[in-house]
């Protein structure tokens, strides 16, 4: 050991008396410093400017133009230049014959050497702990851990680079073909995650060893032992194939031999870190402050409670517009969505079928016109250049399962050994793939028996199963929508009160009814009370004679008229009611609304009144201000101006548009929502925007129910908040840190470089 410490300390004096290993050491300060002094300057004139900042140890050094996200991406252009001398150097000059007459080992040659730059890599990582040190003193409650995890990525990347390069510095006696060696490796390594990822034994070890992003999972604070041990096998296999490659040199052996050592090696790395990327051989710590690498503890919960087997099934339709998201080569990446799921249950199996059969596309005719399914089929795997074998014809696919109704689009089938299962979608938005709320409520639905509701039919209510604009298919049934309830884990289905309500459904809608109950469904409905099943009542103007009668068993009734508060762009009848923070306390969705001032937009809305002397807990969640009146004449709100009539009994004041109710039904806590308006959850009101208007309407149904489920589901995935959100500088502070940075600091790099290059040409 004393020996290759002194190969290091050796190689480290020749380094500093070089040009090279100053030069890279002020440049990488300066690109630093720039970068630093621009993205947190930028925090700090928003701070200035009155924004909210939040995460900012996160966004100082996590996120895309963190820190240490772009120092990794340029760290490839410094270690060629600092390693290409290595053993270049002495092949060329002639050198390396002294070391090999020497009692020098192959080994204690390239550890030394390697040793050298792992303590250069340090003085990179000093450089950025002059950072780091600047925001400790310079934001409040600074995530140590979740730094720490990023440096010790960067670190690694750095070791790995320099292995890679002192291999490359051993191939050859010319500096410049080295560094160039080592710029060619680093782009195979980085590119060849991507070849041949359609074949599959072949995709895992491509994916394998691409050491693309490997750093990136520290600097978002995840340290996962397959990272770790990716580092660690590569930095040794190259160590390994230099040393091989000096002994050939020294002994002068056979290139066959040489090579069988070469490729020994490389396949007992390979076949490590082929074990090391096995689910069930991986271990993780996650750095971050609010674990927000790491499933919440509900998800976790819901994983723990699922004993046995899981297979997850994805189901890819060539004619899908998605179906690119799980085409063999991009599997590997696919596989990534379920990570997180894996390393709790590392046993879950993941299958792919692939086929082809109609789906909603309109153009596809369009595109390929006058051709067959097959043939259209035939020409679109051409283009994606998969092999039209692997997928089932739409015979095929039909025998092994009916996707119809699912609209054969893309879906994963989950399926537990003992024969549970449920689907998991892709969605029509912005994120399209399931996140944790998601996909932790499919699970949920495998392990436990989750709410069913029940929507009201045969009195004209609205419809859970129509598209129109009035109906509530979006947020009830609608598959491609994220947060309808079937995707949010719950069943959805249709009553009727001709017979009790079945004792299954746990939540029962009965939203705008046209025509009154009779006298046999209103003992039903008393009966599902009486059980202590909880509702969801909507109203509307002009329905009050029909709806009154549903809520005044609860002490509420559905006021005469139609709200309206006057407003210079909309009509009078659009109320816009505010979450009261009773409403915010009870259900969590609410919080978000009652914070920023969001509103549930009501166009056309009664006022409810209610008295608390009928067993009920009454709450107000949702109100109107006190410029809202019960408009009693007006009827048309598009040609007519409403007035206030205090004469006929129009009222100014603060109106409940929105209650909860609760009572205690046995060990049960029954919960009621009544609302005044029907329109406000339509699959017509979701789709409107208003100008000036921040409406969260959706917020209602996620709200809702949650509290109507108890909170069972939609699941709740809500993190502690994060507490370093404030900059202790204001922007003349941060003018004179950036000339700190940018000039001071490798001015005085320079200053110590031309001292010693002087102090070394005195001696």
Known sequence: MRTIYKIARTELRTLFYSPVAWFILIIFTFQVSMDFSDSFGYLVRMKMMGYQNGNLTYRIFSTTGGLFSVVQSYLYLYLPLLTMGLMSRELGSGSINLLYSSPVTNRQIILGKFLSMMFYGLLLILILMVFIIFVAFSINDVDFPLILSGLLGVYLLICAYAAIGLFMSSQTSYQVVA???????????????????????????????????????FIGGLICSEDVLYFVIIVALFLFLTIIRLQSRRQRSSAMATWGKYAGVCAIAVLLGYFSALPRFMTYYDATRTKMNTLTRN???????????????????????????????????????????????????MKYVYYYDTVANSDLNLRF?????????????????????????????????????????????????????????????????????????????????????GFLVGHGERDSKKDGERDYSQFARQKTFRYALINQGFDVTDVTLNNSIPEDVNIMVIADMKTPLSAVEMENLDEYVSRGGNLMIAGEPKRQEV??????????????????????????????????????????????????????AMPGCVGLEYETDRGYTVDRWFETDSLAWNELETKNFVEDTVRLNVKIGEVQKSYATGLALT?????????????????????????????????????????????????????????????????????????????????????????????????????
């Open 369 to 453: 016109p006058d051709m067959t399914m097959e043939e259209q089929a035939k020409k679109l795997a051409e283009i994606q250049n998969v092999n039209i074998k692997l997928f089932l014809t739409p015979e095929r696919i039909r025998q092994k399962i009916d996707l119809s109704p699912e609209g054969n689009r893309f879906v994963r089938l989950l399926e537990r050994e003992n024969g549970e299962k449920t689907f998991l979608r892709i969605y029509n938005d912005m994120l399209v793939m399931p996140q944790e709320p998601e996909i932790s409520a499919a699970l949920k639905r495998l392990v436990m028996t989750l709410p069913k509701v």
């Open 663 to 763: 009572r205690k039904v046995g060990e049960k806590d029954q919960k009621i929502i009544i609302l005044g308006d029907a329109n406000c959850i339509s699959n017509g009101e979701f789709g409107h925007r208003r100008n000036g208007v921040p409406a969260a309407n959706y917020t209602v149904i996620t709200g809702g129910f949650y509290w109507l489920s108890d909170g069972e589901v939609p699941v709740d995935v809500r993190r502690p908040p994060v507490p370093d959100n404030d900059i202790y500088l204001d922007q003349d502070d941060m003018d004179t840190a950036k000339i700190v940075f940018m000039g001071v600091l490798p001015g005085l790099l320079l200053l110590l470089a031309l001292f010693i290059w002087i102090r070394r040409r005195g001696k």
């Open 179 to 217: 560094a160039m060696g080592t710029l060619a490796i680093l782009a195979f390594l980085n590119f060849v995650g991507r070849m041949w990822q359609d074949i599959e034994f072949v995709r895992d070890i491509t994916y394998w060893l691409s050491i693309n992003g490997r750093a990136s999972n």
């Open 547 to 600: 709806m009154s009668p549903v809520v005044e068993r609860f002490g509420v009734r559905f006021a005469e008229g139609c709200l309206v508060r006057p407003t210079e762009n909309f009509q009078s009848d659009l109320i816009c009611s505010r979450a009261t923070l009773k409403a915010a306390k009870m259900s969590y969705p609410f919080e978000t609304m009652y914070r920023f001032g969001q509103v549930v």
């Open 299 to 349: 998800s976790q919960n819901i994983v723990a409670k699922m004993k046995g087997g899981l297979t997850i099934t994805t189901y890819v339709n060539l004619f899908d517009h998605y179906a690119g998201i799980a085409l063999p080569a991009s599997v590997k990446g696919d596989l990534q969505q379920f990570r997180q799921y894996t390393r709790f249950k590392p046993e879950i199996k």
